[in-house]
Nanobody, 125 residues
Framework: QVQLVESGGGLVQAGGSLRLSCAAS????????MGWFRQAPGKERAFVGA????????YYADSVKGRFTISRDNAKNTVYLQMNSLKPEDTAVYYC??????????????????WGQGTQVTVSS
């Protein structure tokens, strides 16, 4: 079992920045590829980005590419999502997720075994 706890959400004005953190416990963090997803009211949970277990590769949804950056610190068992130039349409609950095997399905919810409880991000216009 892997336990994931997100933090860092909040209310920010459009154009502002937030950094989300996801702290992992329970198993060896460096064995897991990590993903970020978000779910806006009335919408399905959608892929935001992912990072491989070594941190050597990152992937992003087109809607956040160039604005969001994923990183990880395996010594701290934490993955981060730096969000810049935030837009009202970025408003959602943000979830981190973990998987042992990522492959080409890094953008699929079903590829991830463990999920956090989520943290709310609200961007005002």
């Amino acid at each position: 079992q892997v336990q994931l706890v997100e933090s860092g959400g909040g209310l920010v004005q459009a154009g502002g920045s937030l950094r989300l953190s996801c702290a992992a416990s329970g198993r060896t963090f460096s064995f897991y590829h990590m993903g970020w997803f978000r779910q806006a009211p009335g919408k399905e949970r959608a892929f935001v980005g992912a990072i491989t277990k070594s941190g050597g590769n990152t992937y992003y949804a087109d809607s956040v590419k160039g604005r969001f950056t994923i990183s990880r610190d395996n010594a701290k068992n934490t993955v981060y999502l730096q969000m810049n130039s935030l837009k009202p349409e970025d408003t959602a609950v943000y979830y981190c997720a973990a998987t042992r095997a990522i492959g080409s399905g890094y953008y699929l919810r079903g590829s991830y075994e463990y999920w956090g409880q989520g943290t709310q991000v609200t961007v005002s216009s």
